[in-house]
């Protein structure tokens, strides 16, 4: 099983681009999450979903977006990008809530310069 | 926003040492998740408490959930460089959408052969 894929692996911007980092699950998972790890730090909650057409902002929403048009897949969109979104973005998904193992992606390396 | 403490934030230590890592809250703690991250992976999940006082094993890895369920330790004995990672906690609330996982910051172990 492919599990939780996430792409691009690493991407440069410059200040001001737009972006959209792919994740897509095929363990037929209900809830997804997108997180952001800086160094020294635990993850950041961005954006989680529970299901298809149902998204809620996290801990730091600000500057990204995101859309659940299917169970599989939930993008994250990066508008203007700007320095501080320098990070490593990784996404999630579980089968039921956050009680129950939550399955990462390998994370994307972006760095905005 | 709640705030899980972990600790030691970083810790280095011999091959064949035992070593214990916390993470405690001033919440209390619907269930508590174990990760450990190695370098350019996601976080993979070890262990989820639940109950008041419960202890797991896992080979050399026991973990224990605090009675009042505000804090979590991590003991691992005989440690070995295949030990090595970054041990995170991750905890959801009582009163909190159950989707959101909450995570420390991390304990970065290092084994020395």
């Known amino acids: 099983n492919a599990g939780v894929t996430q792409t691009p692996k690493f991407r440069i911007l410059k200040i001001g681009q737009s972006m959209t980092l792919q994740c897509a699950q095929d363990?037929?998972?209900?809830?997804m999450y997108w997180y952001r790890q800086d160094p020294g730090m635990g993850l950041k909650l961005i954006y989680y979903s529970v299901g298809a057409g149902i998204t809620d902002k996290g801990e730091v929403p600000n500057g990204y977006n995101v859309s659940r048009s299917t169970t599989e897949d939930f993008p994250l969109r990066l508008e203007l990008a700007a320095p501080s979104q320098t990070s490593v973005y990784f996404c999630?998904?579980?089968?039921?809530?956050?009680?129950?193992?939550?399955?990462f992606g390998q994370g994307t390396r972006l760095t905005v310069v | 926003t709640q705030l899980l403490e972990q600790s030691p934030q970083f810790l280095s230590i011999q091959e064949g040492e035992n070593l214990t890592v916390y993470c405690n809250s001033s919440s209390v703690f619907s269930s508590l998740q174990w990760y450990r991250q190695e370098p350019g992976e996601g976080p993979v999940l070890l262990v989820t408490v639940v109950t008041g006082g419960e202890v797991k094993k896992l080979k050399r890895l026991t973990f224990q959930f605090g009675d009042a369920r505000k804090d979590s330790s991590l003991h691992i004995t005989a440690a070995q460089p295949g030990d090595t990672g970054l041990y995170l906690c991750a905890g959801t609330y009582s009163g909190a959408g159950s989707y959101q996982l909450t995570f420390g910051k991390g304990t970065k172990l290092s084994v020395i052969p």
């Open positions: 999630a998904s579980s089968y039921v809530a956050a009680n129950t193992e939550a399955f």
């Open positions: 363990m037929n998972h209900n809830y």
